[in-house]
Nanobody
Framework: QVQLETSGGGSVQAGGSLEVSCLAS????????GGWLRKTQGQDLEGVAA???????????SVAEQFTITTANAASRPALIITLQMNNLQPDDTAMYLC??????????????????????WGQGIQVTVSS
């Protein structure tokens, strides 16, 4: 069973940068996709970025020039770190950010991040607040 532990986030002024990370463990397949989604009050959960085991990285159009998603192997345990680097943050980026993952799949033919129903493993949400 894939387990996700999230960290990072916080508060920043407009134009600043923040990073959110997700330690993903329990994969039994070499193929996977991981993603970051966000939710603001009154809005549906929005996929902002995703990455798969082949290095495909579809982004939502609204963040393509600001956000970068990467993966790295954890140094101390068999786990994957999925990081979302967020630059030039604006008040509209204020949201609860959630990490999600799905194994035995990929992002082949995905031009944008998959929607939330296509992930079965979820981490705890992290608040990102951007003040003007």
């Amino acid at each position: 069973q894939v387990q996700l532990e999230t960290s990072g986030g916080g508060s920043v002024q407009a134009g600043g940068s923040l990073e959110v990370s997700c330690l993903a463990s329990g994969f039994t397949s070499k193929y996977y996709r991981g993603g970051w989604l966000r939710k603001t009050q009154g809005q549906d959960l929005e996929g902002v970025a995703a990455i798969d085991s082949e290095g495909r990285t579809p982004y939502a159009g609204s963040v393509a020039e600001q956000f970068t998603i990467t993966t790295a192997n954890a140094a101390s345990r068999p786990a994957l770190i999925i990081t979302l680097q967020m630059n030039n943050l604006q008040p509209d980026d204020t949201a609860m950010y959630l990490c999600a993952a799905e194994q035995s799949t990929s992002l082949l033919n995905w031009d944008e991040p998959p929607p939330s129903p296509l992930y079965s493993a979820w981490g705890q949400g992290i608040q990102v607040t951007v003040s003007s």
